[in-house]
């Protein structure tokens, strides 16, 4: 089955920068809005970024001005630079499509596996 593959991740200190990637695992025909949600320990899954296909984006406020959302269509891929990042920004990220169409069929609302991103103070 196809899955989204994140990258990127690590440990960083405060007011350093990561980018995150988010692939297709296998060759797929398109995806429609891909976005990128956080959750920390203990609290719920939120919504960090999100971009359509004709890119057209959304931030969550508590990121506005400091992380930026792309997509490479033709790869079939999303980005998430993070700049200027925070002790509260660590959190496991997850990638996300609300649908995609595979050479096996259309998949609807798929999540990647997740990736770690600490700041350190």
């Known amino acids: 089955q196809v899955r989204l593959v994140e990258s990127g991740g690590g440990l960083v200190q405060a007011g350093g920068s990561l980018r995150l990637s988010c692939a297709a695992s296998?060759?797929?025909?398109?995806?429609?809005?891909m976005g990128w949600y956080r959750q920390a320990p203990g609290k719920q899954r939120d919504a960090v970024a999100t971009?359509?296909?004709?890119?057209?984006?959304t931030y969550a406020d508590s990121v506005k001005g400091r992380f930026t959302i792309s997509r490479d269509n033709a790869k079939n891929t999303v980005f998430l630079q993070m700049d200027s990042l925070k002790p509260e920004d660590t959190a496991v990220y997850y990638c996300?499509?609300?649908?995609?169409?595979?050479?096996?069929?259309?998949?609807?609302?798929?999540w990647g596996q997740g990736t770690q991103v600490t700041v350190s103070s």
């Open positions: 296998e060759r797929i025909f398109s995806i429609n809005v």
């Open positions: 996300y499509t609300d649908r995609m169409v595979t050479t096996r069929g259309t998949r609807v609302g798929v």
């Open positions: 971009i359509t296909s004709g890119g057209r984006t």
